[in-house]
């Protein structure tokens, strides 16, 4: 299966559900609203010849910048009868930053929210267990934010002209 | 753990009733500093008698901030973090990075790169099946096991060491290729490796494979099936102990797999003794990816075209002003990179590793996530080791090569 192919399927089972979708370095990426993400990712996992049926990786990036949208949830799927993988994008506001978890489907995700939750803060509803996994419990914030520097911002010895970012 | 009259709730809410229970319930620490453990793991387990009931984890303890670390470091500075996941094979760890790099940058390496990083891959797979299953050895009461390959693995070492000055966190290669061709002591020490590697292989492994002793205590400890495997996101030998023949090597041939003819090992039970049984002919279809890879070395360059990337000859860098431009741009993480998004993934000594990268064009990544496969697979580590006895637990968890490094980032 190709990505066209693909990206057929998914327009006929979707319809308007699908926001956008462009391909970037080989893999497909679908843009849908929070709201619809579980019944797609259920949908590509179910339907016989998409049988999107591995989920490899959740995760989330932070986009201060864009308002209403800050927080991006990343899910990989990987369908290993085609031989195909698939990104799905959520974009969910900072204010309620909240999606439906995936643990009815996968129970691998159980963890992989629970990073993502101690990490971006992002509500997965439906979570067994949402609690910190690698941070400790008595943290009060979500450190891969990007308001939170790696590194002490009163610091003057150091000018980040010249060290990466 | 609270109880009433007749009525034993325990801590994953799981209601039991006093009379299947044949001692006294009690609750145990597995770990976080346990010698059977290997690496900081916790497991706080609730047990009736020497039977687990329960197993409640915490992970994190060695946590380091990998992906917050990376999102300040220019991409060949992020290498070194990227030995410090599976420290058992971390030559597939900076290599991985190196082709997501390489990916983003549109950046064809040459065919002779390729296979190198194919031969170190597969001798790296070798060093962190060897670990593994030496350690199922060792927990099963025979340290002999253990020490024996200790002197294999040594060899493999000593070939990091030539080609990149390091022995266990390698930062090995460069994005675009190596940083060295082969050198002559490689080449010797490589040859005598695959002359005299198989023997002493099979020497260790007839010391395991057939004995009674090992396999009554192996076999059908912590089994999990194909179907449940699946759905908890197990890859590599773990996944495959199980039946299904995922491998990365295969679906998706990055680094000129596609040109080695290797076949993927699977189990039936998913059990202690199959993972085992897996990564031993593992290790004997990466000698044969080895000698393939060796034998057929292409003519060429060892590194891929790409000065803005690539470390100048030093000579140059006196001598020549563009060679001393880039080498600046480069010590200093200046090099420009594309926006781009893109995912990679290489067959690890565990699993799927993959490599996340989001480039906004700045000289850090954007973003940068890791799929760490033991991470994903240890979460099913309770539902292994439930209704069995302790020492079952201590097997089930070294069989699995839950690495801490990759298991906290």
Redesign the interface.
């Known amino acids: 299966m190709t990505n066209n192919e693909l990206l057929d399927a998914l327009h006929e089972h979707l319809g308007t559900k699908l926001i956008v979708s462009e391909v970037l370095f080989d893999t497909l990426v679908i843009e849908v609203a929070a709201a619809d993400a579980f019944g797609v990712i259920e949908l590509v996992k179910n339907d016989s010849t998409l049988s999107f049926n591995f989920l490899t990786l959740i995760g989330a990036v932070h986009y201060p910048e864009e308002k209403g949208r800050e927080l991006c949830v990343v899910y990989h799927m990987h369908s290993w009868k085609n031989a195909i993988r698939l990104r799905v994008k959520s974009y969910i506001p900072q204010e309620n930053p909240s999606i439906k978890s995936l643990t009815p489907l996968f129970d691998g995700a159980n963890w992989q929210e629970r990073e993502t939750f101690d990490f971006f803060g992002i509500q997965f509803e439906g979570h067994p267990n949402l609690t910190r996994i690698l941070n400790m419990d008595e943290m009060d914030y979500h450190p891969m934010l990007k308001q939170y520097h790696l590194e002490d911002e009163t610091r003057e010895d150091k000018d980040d002209r010249f060290f990466g970012r | 753990m609270e109880q009433t009259d007749n009525l034993i709730k325990l801590s994953n809410g799981q209601v039991l009733s006093k009379e299947t229970i044949d001692g006294d319930i009690a609750t145990i620490n597995f770990g976080p500093t346990h010698p059977a453990t290997h690496g900081i793991f916790q497991n706080i387990l609730t047990v009736d008698g020497e039977k687990i009931l329960t197993s409640v984890q915490t992970?994190?303890y060695i946590?380091r901030?990998f992906?917050?670390?990376a999102?300040?470091?220019?991409y060949n500075?992020i290498t070194p973090i990227t030995d410090r996941l599976n420290y058992c094979s971390s030559p597939i760890n900076n290599l991985g990075w190196h082709m997501t790099v390489e990916?983003?940058l549109h950046v064809e390496v040459p065919k002779r790169v390729q296979y190198m990083r194919v031969i170190i891959m597969e001798l790296a797979r070798i060093a962190d099946h060897l670990i593994c299953d030496s350690i199922i050895g060792v927990d099963t009461g025979a340290l002999t096991s253990f020490f024996y390959p200790f002197s294999e693995r040594e060899k493999i070492y000593e070939l990091y060491e030539e080609m990149c000055g390091a022995r266990l966190t390698t930062n090995i290669g460069r994005i675009g290729g190596f940083d060295k061709d082969f050198t002559p002591v490689f080449h010797q020490k490589l040859k005598e490796f695959l002359k005299t590697f198989p023997k002493a292989f099979e020497e260790w492994n007839g010391m395991l494979e057939r004995n009674r002793i090992f396999m009554d205590r192996t076999r059908g400890a912590g089994p999990i099936s194909a179907e449940?495997a699946?759905?908890?996101?197990?890859t590599g030998p773990n996944l495959r102990a199980a039946g299904v023949d995922?491998d990365v090597r295969v679906?998706?041939p990055y680094s000129s797999y596609e040109d080695f003819d290797f076949t993927i090992p699977v189990g039936v039970n998913g059990d202690t003794y199959d993972r085992f049984m897996v990564r031993q002919e593992e290790i004997r279809q990466s000698l044969r990816i080895i000698n393939q890879a060796y034998n057929n070395l292409p003519e060429g360059t060892f590194h891929a075209d790409i000065p803005e990337f690539f470390l100048p000859e030093k000579a140059d860098v006196y001598n020549n002003m563009e060679a001393l431009i880039y080498h600046f741009k480069i010590v200093?993480?200046e090099s420009e990179v594309p926006v781009?998004?893109?995912?990679h993934?290489v067959e690890g000594g565990n699993g799927?590793l993959?490599y996340?990268l989001?480039s906004d064009g700045?000289?850090?990544p954007?973003?940068l996530?890791f799929?760490r496969p033991c991470?994903?697979?240890?979460?099913?580590y309770p539902e292994m080791i439930s209704g069995a006895n302790i020492s079952d637990a201590v097997i089930t968890l070294s069989s699995i090569n839950v690495i801490a490094g990759e298991l906290?980032?």
């Not at chain 2, 699946?230 to 197990?234: D, I, N, Q």
């Not at chain 2, 781009?340 to 995912?343: D, F, L, M, N």
């Not at chain 2, 991470?375 to 099913?380: G, K, P, R, T, V």
């Open positions: 992970v994190g946590h901030a992906e917050k670390l999102e300040r470091r220019p500075q990916k983003l449940r699946l759905a908890y996101g197990f995922y679906m998706h200093m993480g781009g998004e893109v995912y993934s799927e993959g996340y989001i700045g000289r850090a954007y973003r996530q799929r991470f994903i697979y240890y979460q099913a906290d980032a």
